[in-house]
């Protein structure tokens, strides 16, 4: 630890952060969600979709599932039930059950159909998650080997820079496959494609390639694919590894956790909170879905990235840094919970301070290494300023540059890079080789700047870290004391108010029934696939 | 009609010192009317002399001279990335340039509050949301947050004004009900994403519904976002546009100024 924090201070927000990640976790094993249902439907394999007049657009074969049970009253026994006694009583594979129910377009019933023993249920359900989760396994053994073969960027010490992530945004996967290569071949380690900004209210995957979105790519499985095939054919040429990453938020977070897995993804935005506040989705819907969602990343060892960098995007960063910190206690509360490893947590952070603030730099300094020691074996991400972006690029380029010092300087884990244009438009393919050469530079020539400094003891640095863990120790115990269901009611976080009934997709949750079967859920939880 | 030609601010008077022209209005580079800039672009061929060939081509038709490409670089396979210098050929006439402008004299906080109070009686009602399927609060916040935005208050702040902000993905159905609900004067409208002019569509189709209820002439609308202002917003039927550095006191002048200009009206 490079800062003089108090080790007990930090060892009591852990505490309170599992005091209060208990009531969630009582709520999330007493419900599911039909997203997780639909999860399990696609670990079936069942992928395909059918097109519908109705919306004008394929709609996911999961859904029609699904819905088809919510619809006869039958979803608390939990698909996996429904479908395992289908392929028993009809002696067909999951996905020959999918085809069917199109084809009989409504008339044939899942949970009209004679029901097999129970224990011939449970078996064949048990049997249909083994393969579906063995095949995530096969993903990251694959993705293990072709690494093995490759330079990995990645250092688990953080001695060597960030990975430096980029994001690609033209609507067109097609077209981002060639922003994608370029970067990858300007130095770009991570590439995150932007989803078109619908996507997370829509409560069923698009389907198939797509090359028209808004601000953004529709994440589908087919985009998964193509990009990632992309990668790996860049990737074997640069003889270095690049990664690929897209979001799991929204509705359907833990469907595109699945799907990712299933196509290799790296890296997902996958945040306990961030939908509940900045997508106003229902809070019971989202702390279910990213329990899900990051048992899924835990076996496929997916990074997940959290959202922490909007919080002060709303709020005042200078006096609310410590809800970031807060947040990244309880954030890595629920990850542990879904039997991740801290080595797989890119816990988030930007600070969006003022610019023009006196000592502003010392303060990220300041809050960038306190993150460092507080969290020492996460890859954190550390992500460049938006919030004071304003199209003057000549400025912007220097502000981001010395957000790359900061990153290299305290041995942050990922490096998401700022270009010029922030707040003007997605990044133009000259941008994105600026700010790449401008980072490479700072990356090498600072590579080993860290391990020189030695920050002065009760410096203005060192203070200002120890009264932001000390903020947050308080934030977190003021939570404790009402619940998080309660205090994010009371904004204590980022300004924002939301009801645990509220907002988006609640209709989505639904109490367990005594018959609830998810085999899925059971062996990712007790780690049993293989 | 004022002087056209004038000497730079602090000039001394000198022979050798050229004259701010109007009528031929030059970007100023390294000294006046000299009309130099840089512009910087990427072409999908590799560096080569005939693509250091074809940036000059390129900026010659972009109506310079006295072309220099300082760097030509290689971001990856098939690419290359110019900056370049030139001097332009063209210049403006400046005494001939007409703006739609916002009709209003930006008024601080406590002025606002302090005619509202005398002059209207009563707090105006301002609802507002980011509306369609955008994502992003930043603008609307920084114009309602309690906080405001670069020092200067939000209209939460302000006694004179009930403001209440939805949101983000807030259905221009849904923000019209609302603003009929809760007796509304006025309707902010922000909008960021502005991919394929969705955001000009959506406040054509805020303002044709207000079109179809009949309740045109009863809010105020105003729109903001980083690529809207103010003639945008009056193509799009609105009654005000604010672009990218607007402060919250900029909204609540002009909010105020229309309240009073269509009190004054009916009288």
Request: charged content about 25%; hydrophobic content about 40%; some cysteine.
């Amino acid at each position: 630890m490079k800062l003089a924090l108090d080790r007990k201070k930090i060892a009591d927000c852990r505490k309170i952060a599992v005091k209060i990640s208990k009531d969630v976790r009582k709520m999330i094993d007493r419900h599911s969600t039909v997203a997780q249902e639909r999860s399990c439907v696609r670990l079936m394999g069942i992928d395909g979709a059918y097109f519908n007049p109705g919306i004008k657009q394929h709609y996911p074969l999961a859904n029609v599932i699904v819905d088809q049970l919510q619809e006869d009253d039958a979803l608390e026994n939990g698909v996996s039930f429904w479908m395992a006694n289908a392929c028993l009583q009809k002696q067909m594979s999951p996905v020959e059950i999918a085809a069917e129910i199109v084809r009989a377009n409504g008339e044939f019933r899942l949970s009209k159909l004679k029901l097999a023993k129970p224990a011939l249920i449970e078996k064949k359900a048990n049997a249909l998650a083994k393969e579906g989760l063995g095949q995530l396994v096969r993903k990251r053994q694959e993705r293990n080997k072709l690494i093995k073969g490759l330079t990995d960027p990645q250092d688990p010490t953080f001695k060597k820079p960030p990975l430096k992530y980029v994001i690609v945004a033209s609507g067109n996967i097609f077209e981002d496959v060639v922003q994608a290569r370029s970067a990858a071949q300007a130095g770009a380690d991570v590439i995150a494609v932007i989803r078109s900004t619908a996507q997370s209210l829509l409560d069923y995957m698009p389907h198939g390639a797509t090359t028209e979105g808004f601000g953004g790519t529709y994440a589908t499985q087919e985009n998964f694919r193509i990009m990632r095939k992309a990668l790996d054919e860049e990737s074997k040429n640069l003889g270095r590894y690049v990664r690929l990453t897209n979001y799991s938020s929204g509705l359907c977070m833990p469907e595109i956790a699945t799907v990712a897995a299933q196509e290799r993804l790296d890296f997902l935005l996958c945040d306990s909170l961030y939908g509940i506040l900045f997508r106003d989705i229902n809070m019971k819907r989202t702390f279910i879905d990213q329990h899900f969602s990051r048992l899924v990343c835990a076996l496929s060892e997916i990074y997940i990235n959290t959202g922490e960098d909007n919080y002060l995007t709303t709020a005042d960063a200078i006096e609310n840094g410590h809800q970031v910190l807060s947040s990244q206690f309880i954030n890595e509360r629920f990850a542990l919970d879904a039997n991740m490893k801290s080595e797989f947590m890119g816990l988030g952070h930007a600070m969006e301070m003022n610019p023009w603030h006196p000592d502003v730099i010392l303060l990220e300094i300041a809050r960038a290494q306190m993150t460092r020691d507080i969290f020492p074996k996460a890859p954190l991400k550390y992500m460049p300023p938006t919030r004071h972006m304003e199209g003057d690029i000549f400025f912007s380029h220097v502000y981001d540059g010395i957000f790359n010092l900061v990153s290299v300087l305290t041995g942050q884990g990922i490096h998401l890079l700022g270009m010029p244009t922030e707040a003007i438009h997605t990044p133009l393919l000259g941008d994105r080789f600026m700010a790449l050469k401008s980072t490479n530079y700072i990356f090498g020539g600072a590579e080993h700047l860290g391990e020189e400094i030695i920050y002065k003891k009760n410096g203005k640095i060192e203070k200002w870290s120890q009264k932001v863990l000390d903020d947050s120790l308080k934030l977190l115990r003021a939570i404790d004391k009402v619940g998080i269901f309660k205090a994010i009611e009371q904004k204590c976080f980022a300004e924002v108010s939301r009801r645990l009934e509220g907002g988006k997709g609640f209709k989505g949750v639904f109490e367990r029934g005594e018959g609830y079967l998810n085999p899925f859920l059971d062996q990712l939880e007790g780690k049993k696939y293989g | 009609m004022a002087d056209t030609q004038f000497l730079p601010y602090g000039a001394p008077d000198h022979p050798s010192v050229k004259k701010v022209d109007l009528k031929n209005l030059k970007p100023y580079g390294d000294a006046m009317n000299d009309g130099r800039a840089e512009v910087s672009f990427t072409l999908p061929v590799n560096p080569s002399p005939e693509a250091e060939e074809a940036a000059r081509e390129i900026m010659r038709k972009m109506g310079f001279h006295d072309i220099k490409v300082v760097a030509m670089e290689r971001p990856s396979e098939g690419f290359s990335f110019f900056v370049c210098y030139g001097a332009m050929d063209h210049s403006v006439d400046f005494t001939k340039i007409h703006v739609l402008k916002v009709e209003t004299e930006f008024k601080d906080f406590y002025t606002i509050n302090e005619i509202i109070k005398k002059e209207i009686g009563r707090k105006i009602i301002i609802v507002g949301a980011t509306t369609g399927f955008d994502a992003h609060t930043v603008g609307i916040d920084a114009i309602f947050n309690m906080k405001g935005y670069k020092g200067d208050y939000g209209l939460e702040r302000y006694t004179g004004f009930d403001a209440r902000n939805l949101g983000a993905q807030v259905l221009n159905e849904e923000l019209m009900d609302y603003a009929v609900k809760e007796n509304a004067d006025a309707i902010l409208v922000s909008q960021i994403v502005d991919e394929k002019d969705c955001h000009i569509d959506n406040l054509k189709q805020l303002m044709a519904l207000a079109e179809k209820r009949g309740m045109r002439d009863r809010f105020i609308f105003v729109c903001g976002g980083p690529r809207l202002n103010h003639p945008i917003a009056v193509e799009c039927g609105l009654d005000a546009g604010f672009g990218p550095g607007t402060l919250p006191s900029h909204v609540a002048s002009y909010v105020l100024d229309e309240m009073l200009r269509r009190k004054k009206a009916r009288k």
